[in-house]
């Protein structure tokens, strides 16, 4: 089984892009994430054509992910136990989506950003990641062998050769202490990066912002990640990061991460 995760940065206004990727690259699941789109808007029949079974939560221009499998798609779920919420009135943003494809439960991951560091945006964002973690845990206490994927953009950069030059982010969210700790605070639970042996860096990176020419000038950051459990991460035999994607008319400013499973 072939499998990624992809920010695509608005799916409607990149679904060419989308559906050209998949076409070339032969996955059989692939996660997106900031589709910006909301659920009657997504563009289903391009990926049907193809052949693939798609779940997808968003609400508005804002956030939203999907789960797209040619190998099945069942048990879809919004939203994980515990997820905090966000907004004035408090809701559900869509940020998780969670399907049992071929076998295997994976979860769309959209981060929060944090915006800056003492925001309050920033305290959800920790808020968030530890009621991930705790949902994690508890699915493996259940059963230590089910095969798990949290996959997505998890907006940290967990070593500081993640970012292109960690004095540009001096006080910034993305590398923070307590967001690294958060994002490590996964590995006790069982759940492991299993991209990262594959593809190690330093400068190995999954996005580049638009501006300042950042991706002419090697100026990115490793934000997408694919966190296994023990079970899954047994399976794996290979992944990659798709820099290519990066290039090229009207890109997302993520590129898809991939993993192959035995």
Not at 152 to 181: C, K, L, Y
Request: a negative charge.
């Amino acid at each position: 089984m072939r499998v990624a995760t992809w920010n695509i940065n608005s799916v409607r206004s990149r679904i060419d892009r989308v559906v050209a990727w998949i076409e070339r690259s032969d996955v059989d699941v692939v996660a997106l994430q900031e589709t910006k789109s909301r659920d009657e808007q997504f563009p289903y029949d391009r990926f049907a054509d193809l052949g693939y079974e798609v779940a997808h939560h968003g609400h508005s221009q804002w956030n939203g992910v999907a789960i797209a499998s040619r190998v099945g798609l069942a048990d879809v779920t919004t939203g994980f136990p515990g997820q905090p919420l966000w907004g004035e009135p408090l809701a559900d943003e869509a940020r998780a989506l969670g399907a049992t494809c071929g076998g295997v439960r994976f979860w769309s991951v959209y981060v929060p950003h944090g915006r800056e560091v003492g925001d309050p945006h920033y305290a959800y964002k920790l808020d968030w990641l530890s009621c991930l973690r705790d949902a994690g845990q508890a699915w493996l206490e259940t059963d230590a062998d089910r095969q798990i994927a949290l996959m997505g953009d998890w907006n940290i950069a967990p070593r500081d050769d993640d970012v292109w030059d960690m004095a540009a982010f001096d006080g910034a969210t993305h590398v923070s202490q307590p967001e690294r700790d958060a994002f490590a605070a996964f590995e006790p639970t069982g759940f492991t990066d299993v991209v990262r042996r594959y593809a190690p860096g330093p400068g190995v990176y999954t996005y580049w912002d638009y501006q300042r020419l950042c991706f002419a000038k090697k100026r990115g950051m490793r934000l997408d990640f694919v966190l296994a459990s023990p079970a899954l991460a047994a399976r794996v035999t290979g992944a990659l990061i798709d820099r290519e994607e990066r290039k090229g008319n009207r890109p997302s400013d993520h590129v898809p991460v991939v993993v192959e499973l035995a």
